[in-house]
């Protein structure tokens, strides 16, 4: 059974740093990326790493994603952080060949997420 655990999230002020954490079981996976979900809001694409990374434009320059294959985790870096930024940040996993990494339909599973808040 696959499991995707986030973890990392909490409340900071504006121009604080956080760094998610994403712990996968049962499975490894190719493409591990993460997403974020505001209230009111449709779920936005962050980051993503595969054969190569992918970024939103808000997060070129002050998020960055990375993975240790030996413990099938990924994490994404958050600097300089907004109060925009606040939102339940979800990791997703997939194996997918085809399909842009700012998709939806290239991940498999998902975690819950974890909450993210900044203050301004």
């Known amino acids: 059974q696959v499991q995707v655990v986030e973890s990392g999230g909490g409340l900071v002020q504006a121009g604080d740093s956080l760094r998610l954490s994403c712990a996968v079981s049962?499975?490894?996976?190719?493409?591990l990326g993460w997403f974020r979900q505001a209230p009111g809001k449709e779920r936005e694409f962050v980051a993503a790493?595969?054969?190569?990374?992918s970024y939103a434009n808000f997060a070129k320059g002050r998020f960055t994603i990375s993975r240790d294959n030996t413990e099938n985790s990924v994490y994404l870096q958050m600097n300089s952080l907004k109060p925009e930024d606040t939102a339940v940040y979800h990791c997703?996993?997939?194996?997918?060949?085809?399909?842009?990494?700012?998709?939806?339909?290239?991940?498999?599973?998902w975690g819950q997420g974890t909450q993210v808040t900044v203050s301004s």
């Open positions: 997703a996993v997939g194996n997918r060949p085809f399909g842009q990494l700012s998709r939806d339909g290239k991940y498999d599973y």
């Open positions: 790493i595969g054969g190569i990374s």
């Open positions: 049962g499975g490894t996976f190719s493409t």
